[in-house]
């Protein structure tokens, strides 16, 4: 089944706004979150990542949040603009589990819109 | 400082034929994954190869899809006998090592008529 779950397909945010994306997890084990960005027709772009030894990291207006016993973590842009529009992809992987973790769950992603 | 390349970036293959699909990772990663994406199934993991060598494969179809990674610079994806339902955007990723941030290429869109 689905182990990283992005519950809201779609965000419409006003400009100069906080937007927040939220994203649920199953398996205890993963202990590295990450957020991408994709535009339409483009791969993803890795945004901002954390590993589970910390619960915040915020790199400019990117802020992730992380809670380990609710299995979530979310990320919030503030002042946002609308090339911040693009769809977000969430991922957790388990790194400590030496090699075979590696690989990445993703969420099926959140259209995010900023309007003027 | 370029990034993973993948090529081709389009292909066409009528049910039944071959693809065959490129990647050349980030200079000096040494983790290569490859992932599809589909509109109804998302981004998935197909298989990662570590120092060239395959380390987890649990997400390739178990019959006609096979990856290589003869050298540090490439890998290769194989598709024998595509079907439609191959259809879908083929992504290529790289990595420092094996727990470091993964970059992502452009992608293949395979098309299977």
């Known amino acids: 089944g689905q182990q990283v779950k992005q519950s809201s397909p779609s965000l419409t945010v006003q400009e100069g706004g906080i937007s927040i994306l939220n994203c649920d997890y199953e398996n205890d084990m993963f202990d590295y979150f990450a957020w991408y960005k994709k535009y339409p027709d483009n791969s993803p772009t890795l945004l901002i990542s954390v590993r589970s030894n910390v619960d915040k990291r915020e790199d400019g207006r990117l802020t992730v949040f992380l809670n380990k016993s609710g299995k979530h973590f979310s990320l919030h842009i503030t002042a946002s603009q609308p090339e911040d529009t693009a769809v977000y992809l969430c991922a957790a992987g388990s790194f400590m589990q030496q090699g075979t973790g590696s690989k990445l769950s993703f969420g099926k992603g959140a259209k995010l819109t900023v309007s003027p | 400082n370029a990034g993973v390349i993948q090529t081709p970036r389009h292909k066409v293959t009528g049910k039944g034929q071959e693809a065959t699909l490129w990647c050349e990772p980030i200079s000096g990663h040494s983790a290569v994954f490859w992932y599809r994406q589909t509109i109804v199934q998302g981004l998935e993991f197909l298989t990662y190869f570590r120092n060239q060598a395959p380390i987890d494969d649990s997400g390739m179809p178990k019959e006609r899809f096979s990856a290589q990674m003869p050298n540090q610079s490439h890998s290769t994806l194989k598709i024998q006998s595509t079907q439609p339902q191959d259809s879908a955007v083929y992504l290529c990723?790289?990595?420092?090592?094996?727990?470091?941030?993964?970059?992502f290429g452009p992608g293949t869109r395979l098309t299977v008529l």
């Open positions: 990723a790289s990595s420092w090592d094996w727990e470091y941030e993964q970059y």
